[in-house]
Nanobody, 127 residues
Framework: EVQFVESGGGLVQAGGSLKLSCSAS????????KGWFRQAPGKEREGVSC????????YYRDSVNGRFTVSSDNAKNVVHMKMNNLKTEDTATYFC????????????????????WGKGTLVTVSS
């Protein structure tokens, strides 16, 4: 059974930093791209970052590019995401999952594999 357990969220002031971690199990970790998604209250879940298995290439949604860094510890089956210069609009519950990159008309969209979602970890950024 595929499972993800996220941690590391919390309350931080705008401009601050947090590092999220996700422990994954139930699949061969090295064989898949992994990444992060988030859902703010009243909004749909959106892809934030994805690290590919093949060469470690990373993708980010435009609003976090340059501020967030996703990494994968294949020895420990853990995915991290370091978030710097946090903004109030980053407030959301963050989830990790296996991910795919869909390319269309020059745009890359981060989408999840159809796995069960974990409980997520709440990030609240205050002004």
């Amino acid at each position: 059974e595929v499972q993800f357990v996220e941690s590391g969220g919390g309350l931080v002031q705008a401009g601050g930093s947090l590092k999220l971690s996700c422990s994954a199990s139930g699949f061969t970790f090295d064989d898949y791209a992994k990444g992060w998604f988030r859902q703010a209250p009243g909004k749909e879940r959106e892809g934030v970052s994805c690290i590919l298995r093949a060469d470690g290439s990373t993708y980010y949604r435009d609003s976090v590019n340059g501020r967030f860094t996703v990494s994968s510890d294949n020895a420990k089956n853990v995915v991290h995401m370091k978030m710097n210069n946090l903004k109030t609009e980053d407030t959301a519950t963050y989830f990790c999952a296996r991910c795919r990159i869909l390319l269309a008309r020059g745009q890359a969209t981060i989408t999840p594999v159809d796995d069960p979602w974990g409980k997520g970890t709440l990030v609240t950024v205050s002004s």
